[in-house]
T-cell receptor, first 116, second 108 residues
């Protein structure tokens, strides 16, 4: 049973470029979460999605960041016009059910974004 | 604003000893609590979750929850050098709220 898949594992972008991070949830899981971990800091929630719906985007920066989870295909976290401060590890997690308290989330290997 | 507090460490323990990792939280309404382990450069790995007051044991790991004191802890018995990692406490719900993590170093 494959776990949460993320690609690419490492991504290098120059300032002003776009970064696209992909996440495929575990089989049977329909809820996806994105978290960011800045260097030497803790994990911070960004966004929670179900298929074709954004449920909670309270952790997303107001500008340049967007996320989607289409009916077909992986979830995408998109960062436009990247800046050096976007350099971080971006983790995706999935769960089978999102609304129930305590539903366990399983993490993917992460994408390490480096902005030059 | 829900908050989770952890001592950043490092917590250094000798091999074979019990490591005790602690976490306090601000939201009295929190119902579920998770412990994740994160090795350097890797993703968080679920160790345990706990919902009810008291102790929950799984192998060498014991999670303890005291909702009245808003306190959750993780005990690791017979610590091994391979347990050296950062341990993250998280409040559950639609999104996980993480503490900053405690670095554990188990020395031979």
């Amino acid at each position: 049973n494959a776990g949460v898949m993320q690609n690419p594992r490492h991504l290098v972008r120059r300032r002003g470029q776009e970064a696209r991070l992909r996440c495929s949830p575990m089989k049977g899981h329909s809820h996806v979460y994105w978290y960011r971990q800045l260097p030497e800091e803790g994990l911070k929630f960004m966004v929670y999605l179900q298929k074709e719906n954004i449920i909670d985007e309270s952790g997303m920066p107001k500008e340049r960041f967007s996320a989607e989870f289409p009916k077909e295909g992986p979830s995408i976290l998109r960062i436009q016009q990247v800046v050096r401060g976007d350099s971080a590890a971006y983790f995706c997690a999935s769960s089978p059910v999102g609304r129930r308290q305590g539903e366990t989330q399983y993490f993917g290997p992460g994408t390490r974004l480096l902005v030059l | 604003q829900k908050e989770v507090e952890q001592n950043s460490g490092p917590l250094s323990v000798p091999e074979g000893a019990i490591a005790s990792l602690n976490c306090t939280y601000s939201d009295r309404g929190s119902q579920s609590f998770f412990w994740y382990r994160q090795y350097s450069g890797k993703s968080p790995e679920l160790i345990m979750f706990i919902y009810s007051n008291g102790d929950k044991e799984d192998g060498r790991f014991t999670a303890q929850l005291n909702k009245a004191s808003q306190y959750v802890s993780l005990l690791i018995r017979d610590s091994q050098p391979s347990d050296s990692a950062t341990y993250l406490c998280a409040l559950g719900g639609n999104k996980l709220i993480f503490g900053a993590g405690t670095r554990l170093a188990v020395h031979p």
